[in-house]
């Protein structure tokens, strides 16, 4: 079992940077794939940003590449999703998932890829 715990939302004006938090317990994450997620309001939840087991490789949604950055530190168990140049339509939860059957290099994009999901942290940004 692998437990996340999401921390680092808020208010933020349009143009401004944030940094998430993933903390997890349970399990050490370096074997695992990770990634972000958001919710708005009346929508779907949506990929932000995937790292590969090994952190070879990122993928980022087209809305948010440039502006946005997931990392890993390893040595405190913790993913991170580094967003700048935020602008208002980031307004979400933004939720941390994991995935512990993984393939060498391979990032996972969709919600149902993912077997551990934090309980997210909600991100305002105004305009």
């Known amino acids: 079992q692998v437990q996340l715990v999401e921390s680092g939302g808020g208010l933020v004006q349009a143009g401004g940077s944030l940094r998430l938090s993933c903390a997890a317990s349970?399990?050490?994450?370096?074997?695992?794939?990770m990634g972000w997620f958001r919710q708005a309001p009346g929508k779907e939840r949506e990929f932000v940003a995937g790292t590969s087991w090994g952190a070879i490789t990122t993928y980022y949604a087209d809305s948010v590449k440039g502006r946005f950055t997931i990392s890993r530190d390893n040595a405190k168990n913790t993913v991170y999703l580094q967003m700048n140049s935020l602008k208002p339509e980031d307004t979400a939860v933004y939720y941390c998932a994991a995935r512990g059957l993984v393939t060498f290099a391979r990032v996972y994009d969709s919600p149902s890829e993912y077997d551990y999901w934090g309980q997210g942290t909600e991100v305002t940004v105004s305009s």
């Open positions: 349970g399990r050490t994450l370096s074997s695992y794939a």
